[in-house]
């Protein structure tokens, strides 16, 4: 049964830590008295990102195909459980 293979949906009420911004910056807008603070991404969706990339750079072409979206899905769920594994172990 592929179901019980599938990474379970995560919902709004799962919001996880993320980890705060993974490249802060502050960019000078007109001078040095006004600096404008940027988060940039968060550090979970920075993980997900590598955790994803680093998958979908060991699969085959026949692993490619995303029927319906469900294998994007899976992989995108996934990546993101990682992320958060990542961020606990950093945590420890």
């Not at 009420?13 to 404008?36: H, I, L, M, T, W």
Request: proline fraction near 5%; glycine fraction near 6%.
């Amino acid at each position: 049964d592929r179901t019980t293979n599938q990474a379970p949906a995560l919902t709004m009420s799962d919001e996880k830590d993320n980890g705060g911004p993974a490249f802060p910056f502050e960019y000078d807008a007109d001078n040095a008295s006004n600096r404008v603070p940027h988060t940039g991404m968060t550090l979970r969706d920075y993980f997900a990102a590598k955790a994803m990339q680093g998958w979908l750079a060991t699969f085959c072409e026949r692993d490619m195909v995303f029927p319906s979206g469900q294998n994007a899905d899976a992989i995108a769920r996934c990546s993101y459980m990682m992320a958060d594994a990542m961020l606990k172990a950093r945590n420890s």
